[in-house]
């Protein structure tokens, strides 16, 4: 198993441009996340999903938006980029049962310029 | 609301030395608690996790932590600190509300001195 996987690793972005971080986990776990990690700081949650075609909100959504069509793939959309929106981005994924584990990709590295 | 506060930003130990990692949580049940570990440019690994049962938590490559309600703690240990344990470490604590997402701590900067 690949376990969960991201693209791009790294990507520079001019204010105002859009983009997609795709994330993918092939361990046909329900629970997908999206996380953002500021320099000196934990991870902060931006979208979550229980299943395919259910997604919500988390702790910093705001610039952001989700999709969950299948149950292996949940990108997070970018629609105009800030600076503030520079960071790296985590996904993770975990089956949902009552005491498993969130498994983490390697991130996204994301400047916005 | 839950919350994870790690006391030490960075923590510096010569190779060989014991660690202790500090984490107190917030919660208002009793918590699902979680290390994990990032090596520099890379995701995060889960180290241990404690959910019920035994306060003591053995976890990979050496390291265990222990529970301790009365203080909302559950700090991070290893006995003899290798090399290769230089990285940055995240306590963090699982919710039980429908997302079961976690919240995590700033993290500890650990740098091993040969």
């Known amino acids: 198993n690949a376990g969960v996987t991201q693209t791009p690793k790294f990507r520079i972005l001019k204010i105002g441009q859009s983009m997609t971080l795709q994330c993918t986990q092939d361990m046909n776990h329900n629970y997908m996340y999206w996380y953002r990690q500021d320099p000196g700081m934990g991870l902060k949650l931006i979208y979550y999903?229980?299943?395919?075609?259910?997604?919500d909100k988390g702790e910093v959504p705001n610039g952001y938006n989700v999709s969950r069509s299948t149950t292996e793939d949940f990108p997070l959309r970018l629609e105009l980029a800030a600076p503030s929106q520079t960071s790296v981005y985590f996904c993770a994924s975990r089956l949902g049962t009552t005491r498993d584990t969130q498994y983490f990709g390697p991130g996204t590295r994301l400047t916005v310029l | 609301a839950q919350s994870v506060t790690q006391p030490d930003i960075h923590i510096t130990v010569s190779e060989g030395a014991s660690l202790e990692l500090r984490c107190n949580y917030s919660y208002g049940a009793t918590p699902y608690l979680f290390w994990y570990v990032q090596s520099p440019g890379q995701g995060l690994q889960l180290l241990l996790k404690?959910?019920?049962?035994?306060?003591l938590v053995q976890g990979i490559k050496g390291f265990e932590a222990e529970f301790k309600r009365s203080q909302s703690s559950f700090n991070l240990r290893k006995p003899s600190v290798h090399w290769s344990d230089a990285a940055e470490y995240f306590c963090?604590?699982?919710?039980?509300?429908?997302?079961?997402?976690?919240?995590f701590g700033s993290g500890t900067q650990l740098t091993v001195l040969p």
């Open positions: 963090a604590v699982g919710g039980t509300g429908s997302a079961r997402q976690l919240t």
């Open positions: 404690y959910f019920s049962g035994d306060t």
């Open positions: 999903s229980v299943g395919a075609g259910i997604t």
